[in-house]
């Protein structure tokens, strides 16, 4: 069963950057897709930026030109690289992985964006 694991949250002034890391029980090959999700007090989760085992990477429009997501196969990781945060990206942010036979969120990584 696939297990995964986010760590790297934590609190940034507007206009900072945080790097987000999800380490993944199994080898990365054994990944249909990744994605980053976030969810805000009150509101649904919603899909931040995915993966694929392929390397396409698709972005929600409120995060395009700010945030990068990307694997490091050996260390079994995916990230996320989130630039020029704004007080609107705060969230629990969740790592997601599908493999074709399961699925696995992680417990989430508060990032808060205030000054």
């Known amino acids: 069963q696939v297990q995964v694991e986010e760590s790297g949250g934590g609190l940034v002034q507007p206009g900072g950057s945080l790097s987000l890391s999800c380490a993944c029980s199994?080898?990365?090959?054994?990944?249909?897709?990744m994605g980053w999700h976030r969810q805000a007090p009150g509101k649904q989760r919603e899909l931040v930026a995915g993966?694929?085992?392929?390397?396409?990477?698709r972005y929600a429009d409120s995060v395009k030109g700010r945030f990068t997501v990307s694997t490091d196969n050996a260390k079994r990781t995916f990230y996320l690289q989130m630039n020029s945060l704004k007080p609107d990206d705060t969230a629990v942010y969740y790592c997601n992985v599908v493999s074709p036979i399961s699925s696995a969120w992680g417990q989430g990584t508060q990032v808060t964006v205030s000054s």
């Open positions: 993966i694929t085992r392929g390397g396409s990477t």
């Open positions: 199994v080898s990365i090959f054994s990944i249909s897709s």
